[in-house]
């Protein structure tokens, strides 16, 4: 699924969506309404109503992949809700899945060095 190096968008659905539609209604909502590929390799999370359970919709090259969690206690810590999306990165998506505040994580940039000449 997301695998270490990964340079593919990971995307916040940031309206909560019905948790009660299945994949193709998930894929339906990426196509329709977010207007992105699936096939591309984008990853899409979506949050629930309450923001205590997310799902994750992405096609790993053979088919789509949806995974399910849900916190114990608490909720997610979800960017404001509006329509659209948001990027994360990989480092702001592990720290959203394990339940922890995504917006301390924040990437140093890093530039290529240039070669002597």
Excluded: N
């Excluded at 969506?17 to 998930?26: A, K, P």
């Excluded at 997310?54 to 979800?78: C, H, N, P």
């Excluded at 404001?80 to 998506?93: C, E, H, I, N, P």
């Amino acid at each position: 699924m997301i695998v270490a190096g990964q340079r593919l968008p990971i995307l916040i659905a940031t309206r909560p969506v019905d948790f009660r539609c299945g994949h193709r209604g998930l894929e339906l909502i990426v196509q329709t309404e977010l207007t992105l590929d699936l096939h591309s390799g984008v990853t899409v999370i979506f949050r629930s109503k309450r923001g205590d359970r997310m799902r994750i919709l992405v096609w790993d090259g053979t088919g789509l992949v949806l995974v399910y969690k849900a916190l114990e206690q608490g909720s997610f810590a979800w960017p404001k809700v509006q329509d659209g999306t948001m990027r994360l990165s990989r480092a702001q998506f592990e720290a959203l899945f394990e339940g922890l505040d995504w917006r301390r994580v924040v990437a140093q940039r890093v530039f290529a060095s240039r070669a002597a000449g």
